[in-house]
């Protein structure tokens, strides 16, 4: 196959970019999105220009270090799907492709493709652990958890941290990748000494950096682990609950 990028180039946060067009040739059907840029990358190098910067690190879809817009939508037209996951078969030959960094004000851009995600770190630090007593291990048996919730909490935690939510939603919202979160340790009995405070502290940060959700769904239809945006109603109502509980207190 041979292939048209249009690719987003910019040397550094504060240097304006453009597009840059390359034509990648000998493209196989089966490499990955990824491996097909590492080609063009290797054909940049052997003319001793810059290569295109863009984050990976799995290949598998479980780090969530990959993600960018691909045609205009984050990971490209493949629903349930990380960039990484995404492969050439998907295009056909000759196809002219636009790649572009996520676009959000919470995700400055770092260099051509790769952003800086740390508002999601600083969002995790904010609540996203547990506290737990030192000493032995606890048997794995001696907190009963009902199969169903164990499941959702399961469903909550398939979030990878890409981005691919905010970077798809009108308002630059953080609300499901916060909700997931949120909701996998909230859920569960090992999360709820620290569930109030939690809701507080995660969503308080989240606001810092993103915008506010209005129930546009655009998060979920991009999301490569399919988050459910129900996850959005919990996190709100974990979030009026403890803001009540502080209020009383
Ligand atoms: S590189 Fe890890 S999810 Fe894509």
């Known amino acids: 196959m041979e292939i048209t990028l249009r690719v987003w180039r910019q040397p550094g946060p504060d240097a304006p970019g453009d597009f840059e067009t390359y034509r990648a040739a000998g493209i196989s059907e089966d490499m990955s999105f990824l491996e097909m840029l590492d080609v063009v990358n290797e054909q940049l190098i052997a003319e001793n220009r810059e290569p295109i910067a863009f984050d990976h690190d799995c290949r598998e879809g479980i780090c ?21 996951q995404l492969h050439m078969r998907q ?30 770190d600083r969002i995790v630090e904010s609540g996203g652990y547990i506290s737990v007593a030192t000493g032995s291990a606890p048997d794995a048996n001696l907190i009963p958890v009902p199969k169903a919730t164990a499941d959702r909490a399961m469903d909550a935690a398939a979030c990878i941290g890409c981005g691919a939510c905010v970077a798809a939603c009108p308002n630059g919202a953080g609300q499901l990748f916060t909700a997931a979160k949120l909701a996998h340790l909230n859920l569960l009995p090992q999360g709820k000494p620290e569930r109030y405070t939690r809701a507080e502290a995660m969503v308080d940060t989240m606001e810092h950096y993103f915008g506010s959700c209005t129930n546009m769904g655009e998060c979920s239809v991009a999301c490569p682990a399919e988050i459910s945006l129900d996850f959005i109603a919990l996190l709100n109502g974990e979030y009026a609950k403890a803001k009540l509980r502080s209020r009383r207190a």
Not at 65 to 80: E, K, L, N, V, Y
Not at 91 to 119: C, H, M, Q, S, W
């Open 91 to 120: 295009y056909t030959d000759g196809a002219e492709i636009t790649i572009e960094p996520f676009r959000a004000n919470g995700f400055p851009i770092v260099k051509d493709l790769a952003v800086n995600r740390k508002a999601f």
């Open 64 to 84: 969530g270090s990959c993600g960018f817009m691909i045609d205009g939508q984050a990971h490209g037209p493949q629903r349930g799907t990380a960039t990484c």
